[in-house]
Nanobody
């Protein structure tokens, strides 16, 4: 299983950015996908996730109402639409996969449950 995150860059506060996570080696119908971010000197935090069924979605309080996760099963790609960006959103953003071989509403609760990780894409928000 491989994940390729893309779409990051340098933006201004208030702007929007869409990140993509191209997944290969498994199908999204059997795989929960999470988005995480890690700012310098801070722990990696989960910010959003979508179940393998696509029917259950979670957001961290810090991004709720500003970020939207979605997926295109035909393209095996998960997106993170980020709006109203703030300087504190500056981080390396990672997508991760938990392929458990069935369609489910389950979303992993812990980082360690995600077996595969992408390489990360930098998002820098200037004030």
């Amino acid at each position: 299983v491989q994940l390729q995150a893309s779409g990051g860059g340098l933006v201004q506060a208030g702007d929007s950015v869409r990140l993509s996570c191209q997944v290969s080696g498994t199908t999204l119908d059997y795989t929960a996908i999470g988005w995480f971010r890690q700012a310098p000197g801070k722990e990696r935090e989960g910010i959003s996730a979508i179940s393998s069924s696509g029917g259950r979605i979670k957001y961290a309080d810090s991004v709720k109402g500003r970020f939207t996760i979605s997926r295109d099963s035909a393209k095996n790609t998960v997106f993170l639409q980020m709006g109203s960006l703030k300087p504190e959103d500056t981080a390396v953003y990672y997508c991760a996969a938990d392929p458990f071989g069935t369609t489910s509403d389950y979303i992993p609760r812990e980082k360690y449950e995600y077996e595969y990780w992408g390489q990360g894409t930098q998002v820098t928000v200037s004030s």
